[in-house]
């Protein structure tokens, strides 16, 4: 039987590693052909697109900065050249760092807002008209649970995030009603051979730590679902109740 997302095309930035690769397994999975961004994980991101077409889908595997105006442009390009269409597009790629915000540098600052603000915009943008040729059209970008809660040793990352939210709800507004826009904001997701993080699991209401294949699914519902756009999906637990 095909799967949900037969026919579909979709990008996952960032999608090589971690979560991204979590994300893409499950859209393959569905029925989706995927392209893969990254940027220094060669071997991870043309292992997984061989993966991919194991399964049945098509897969391509493109390297670029998504902070970088010109390689995105680059991207869609060949996007645009090889598949003719886009459908989906999961705005991933993002770096976390702490640092005490009395030292927190220029260069840091630039870096994280780079790399996970302004790569969604530039990538929301580029993708806009695509998306709209599709006449079913999503974007989810991948905030955080620090979007939401303060966390002083993470500051740049914190505000970052915020502006992923904010930026998801006014694209959702701007793209409407051609393209739905949402977010997926996940809490701590663990992946195997990484220590417990015991500080999460004792505040969480669920007192455990999240799975890469818990924010697949959020992305898989909120890309398939008509009637919701706007909204930032929490997948955390229920530690942004504590």
């Known amino acids: 039987m095909p799967g949900a997302l037969a026919g579909r095309v979709a990008l996952v930035t960032g999608g090589a590693k971690r979560i991204g690769r979590s994300i893409v397994e499950k859209l393959a999975a569905e029925g989706a052909d995927v392209i893969i961004n990254y940027e220094s994980s060669q ?132 793209l409407a009603p051609e393209i739905l826009v949402n977010s997926v904001a996940p809490g701590t997701i663990q992946f195997p051979g990484e220590l417990p993080d015991e500080d999460y699991i004792r505040r969480a209401p669920l007192h455990c730590t999240g799975k890469g294949s818990d924010i697949a699914g959020a992305v898989f519902y909120l890309v398939t679902s008509d009637f919701v756009t706007g909204q930032i999906l929490a997948v955390d637990g229920g530690r942004s109740l504590t």
Do not use: H
């Open 43 to 174: 071997a991870e991101a043309e292992s997984l697109a061989s993966d991919v077409r194991k399964l049945g889908s098509r897969a391509l595997a493109i390297p670029a900065d998504v902070s970088k105006k010109q390689e995105v442009q680059r991207m869609f390009q060949t996007i645009e050249r090889e598949f003719s269409r886009l459908d989906i597009l999961i705005n991933n790629a993002g770096m976390f760092f702490a640092a005490d915000f009395a030292e927190l540098t220029e260069d840091q600052w630039d870096s994280i807002m780079a790399t996970n603000l302004k790569a969604q915009f530039l990538c929301a943008q580029a993708a806009a008209p695509l998306l709209k040729r599709s006449g079913r059209g999503r974007i989810v970008n991948i905030s955080s649970l620090g979007g939401m809660l303060p966390w002083p040793k993470f500051t740049a990352y914190c505000v970052s995030k915020a502006g992923v939210i904010m930026l998801t709800r006014c694209l959702a507004r701007a």
